[in-house]
């Protein structure tokens, strides 16, 4: 008997670590302690894993809240198929719904906190077959200003969008300076080629030939209607005398 019990039990943790078997019971996680300003909203963060299939048909998710030195608890926020805020109560339209039932998530957003506020908030969820197992808690505690590390997360957050705003402002300036530059070196080009062509009808003055053209006389005879020589011998001289 006890060699068989020493093999079931072997045989058990064997499929265990092998994911074979799996072990039910709803495992809820939170944020534990939540520190927010009076005034402000904050979130509280509930996920869960189930070991059954989401049911978003039959899945029920409550919060309840128990208030510092109090065992008593209230009901915060309730959720089947659909949400269903708080209608009295000091949590009355301070509650909404934040979450997502198909990704495991059963988070709430606390509207304008207030002193009163502080205590643990408990987030149980049930997906049957899977009822069993832990609940999440988270304990709020609400201040009148922010903590110093609260105040340097902001003071980075700003400064970091501060300084992607100036590096992309930087970006798009050289990229402008830049388009502007290669613009004119483009003109530059397409400009150089007109200014070094040439008329085709003007001569370059060392090539030119001035040609001369002397005042001649014509003259017809009365009688042959003959053009006279000496008009013809003083237009030739002319022009070997400008040739020359």
């Not at 402000?40 to 894993?49: A, I, P, S």
């Not at 009148?144 to 400064?159: E, N, Y």
Request: hydrophobic share 35%; proline share 5%; net charge positive.
């Amino acid at each position: 008997m006890c060699v068989k019990g020493v093999y079931f039990l072997t045989v058990l943790s064997g499929l265990a670590a092998s994911g074979v078997l799996q072990v039910s019971g709803m495992r809820i996680y939170t944020s534990g302690n939540v520190e927010a300003v009076n005034g402000t909203d904050v979130r509280l963060k509930c996920t869960f894993q189930s070991s059954s299939p989401i049911n978003p048909n039959a899945i029920v998710i409550s919060w309840s809240f128990r208030p510092l030195n109090l065992d008593q608890e209230e009901s915060v926020f309730h959720y089947q198929q659909k949400p269903y805020p708080p209608l009295e109560g000091p949590f009355r339209k301070r509650v909404v719904w934040a979450g997502d039932v198909m990704g495991r998530d059963a988070s709430i957003i606390l509207q304008q906190v207030k002193f009163t506020y502080n205590g643990t908030y408990i987030c149980q969820v049930k997906n049957p077959p899977d009822v069993h197992g832990t609940v999440g808690k988270i304990r709020l505690h609400v201040v009148t200003t922010a903590s110093l590390s609260q105040l340097l997360l902001l003071a980075l957050a700003i400064g970091g969008g501060i300084a992607a705003v100036v590096i992309l402002l930087i970006i798009i300036v050289y990229c402008r300076r830049c388009k502007k530059r290669r613009q004119g070196e483009r003109e530059g080009n397409e400009e150089a080629p007109r200014k070094e062509r040439k008329d085709p009808t003007v001569c370059h003055p060392l090539r030119a030939v001035h040609l001369y053209l002397s005042e001649t006389s014509i003259e017809i005879g009365s009688s042959k209607g003959m053009i006279s020589d000496r008009s013809i011998k003083e237009s030739s001289s002319s022009e070997d005398k400008g040739l020359s």
